[in-house]
């Protein structure tokens, strides 16, 4: 049995809305925060969300500081951290070997 959901365009501009709000949301969070420490939890929806200190983030990597084709996703494993002052343009995966790798970010949504 196939069940389709249907919603009208207002209700797909009112969710739209609600979501581009929790992402700016997370993102003054994010923006605003020093964070250190090590990497709880993170997962892709439009952007990338992680978990330090049971406090989530969202930010959207636009690239590497060090010019190489890596994504955040190909990079942090458990165990990682991420260290960021607040109001910093870049963000800073610490791998378990101690290398660190920045990330410029999207400062808008």
Partial sequence: MMIFLFLSCDEIVKERK???KERNRAFVLFNN????GEIQESYMSGGVYFMVDSVSYFFFPTHQVTGKDFSFFDLEEDGDSIVKKSF???LNVVLKDKTRVGFKFRKEF
């Fill in 33 to 36: 925060s020093n964070i250190s």
């Fill in 88 to 90: 910093s343009d870049t």
């Fill in 18 to 20: 609600r979501i581009v």
